[in-house]
């Protein structure tokens, strides 16, 4: 079983283009994350939510809205795509015990290419 | 911010060898987290260190942490074609509830 699943895996679009990556956990934990790798591999993050509550917003353009139906659901939704936004997009868990961020779980990254 | 500078930024050697590669961080620390990302796929937790421990061991892996330099060393002994992969340290400041990661180093083993 997948302990944290992201879809799609890769993704093509136009600029200007909206486009959406859902993400899934099935490990229990109460924190989800979205993080940007871009092409020399820096990881930057851009969200965090801990029990369907935004508890992180890095300076991300409101273009990026994050939605947590659920605590084992965190998508990301993009507005208005835009070539900069090319990179590998993470998605990731954690079970956070007090100041403890605890040890994260990956899933396999959605590699989006805006044309 | 960019919390942790790793270096070399690439790494290169034979199957056998050790490779060691090192971060750099810049504020206090509640733990510090390796991890390995092979290419094209997620990052994989290696190995915790909490701020109040100095050296930790997890089969070939050996980790150190001297908060007073603000630095940690992953040490890979007798290494493997298949530990080819990027190795990246993550901050956690603590309060902050997220980790912040280093620019990573390209570990090439060659058989």
């Known amino acids: 079983d997948t302990a944290v699943s992201q879809t799609p895996k890769y993704l093509v679009t136009q600029m200007g283009n909206d486009k959406s990556i859902k993400c899934e956990q099935n490990?229990?934990?109460?924190?989800m994350y979205w993080y940007k790798q871009d092409s020399k591999k820096f990881l930057k993050i851009m969200f965090s939510?801990?029990?369907?509550?935004?508890?992180i917003n890095e300076t991300v353009p409101n273009r990026f809205s994050p939605k947590s139906p659920d605590k084992a659901h965190l998508n990301l939704h993009i507005n208005s795509l835009e070539l900069g936004d090319s990179a590998v997009y993470f998605c990731?868990?954690?079970?956070?015990?007090?100041?403890?961020?605890?040890?994260?779980?990956f899933g396999e990254g959605s590699r989006l290419t805006v044309l | 911010s960019q919390q942790g500078e790793e270096d070399p930024q690439a790494l290169s050697i034979q199957e056998g060898e050790n490779a060691t590669m090192n971060c750099s961080y810049k504020?206090?620390?509640?733990?510090l987290q390796w991890y390995r990302q092979n290419s094209g796929r997620g990052l994989v937790h290696l190995i915790l260190?909490?701020?109040?421990?100095r050296e930790k061991h997890s089969g070939r892996l050996r980790v150190t942490l001297d908060t007073s330099k603000k630095s940690s060393s992953l040490l890979i002994t007798a290494s493997r074609a298949a530990d080819t992969a990027s190795y990246f340290c993550?901050?956690?400041?603590?309060?902050?509830?997220?980790?912040?990661f280093g620019s990573g180093t390209q570990l090439t083993v060659l058989p």
């Open positions: 993550a901050t956690d400041a603590g309060s902050a509830r997220q980790l912040t």
């Open positions: 260190i909490r701020s109040n421990e």
């Open positions: 504020t206090s620390i509640n733990n």
């Open positions: 990731a868990s954690s079970q956070v015990r007090g100041i403890d961020t605890g040890e994260l779980f």
């Open positions: 939510y801990n029990n369907k509550e935004l508890i």
């Open positions: 490990l229990g934990h109460d924190t």
